[in-house]
């Protein structure tokens, strides 16, 4: 992951994208289609996208995206 974190383990669009080698317009593609963790938007619907550190660790641990999927099923 960036070292460029926010505070309180919230990571930016650009940071997760960079964070996978893809573009923010690809994480964005992922979490319209439930492939990827959903955003946390502190201002609302309105704000900036964030994402949990801890969200982003379990999406990896279950294996990405195909893993990810499963691993949400199971709970």
């Not at 992922?30 to 982003?56: E, L, Y």
């Amino acid at each position: 992951m960036s070292s460029d974190r926010q505070p309180n383990g919230l990571l930016r669009l650009n940071e997760v994208a960079a964070a996978f080698g893809v573009s923010p317009r690809t994480i964005q593609r992922w979490v319209k289609v439930r492939r990827f963790p959903q955003p946390f938007r502190p201002a609302g619907v309105t704000g900036k996208p964030f994402w949990k550190k801890s969200d982003i660790d379990l999406f990896v641990t279950a294996g990405g995206i195909h893993g990810y999927r499963r691993e949400k099923r199971r709970t």
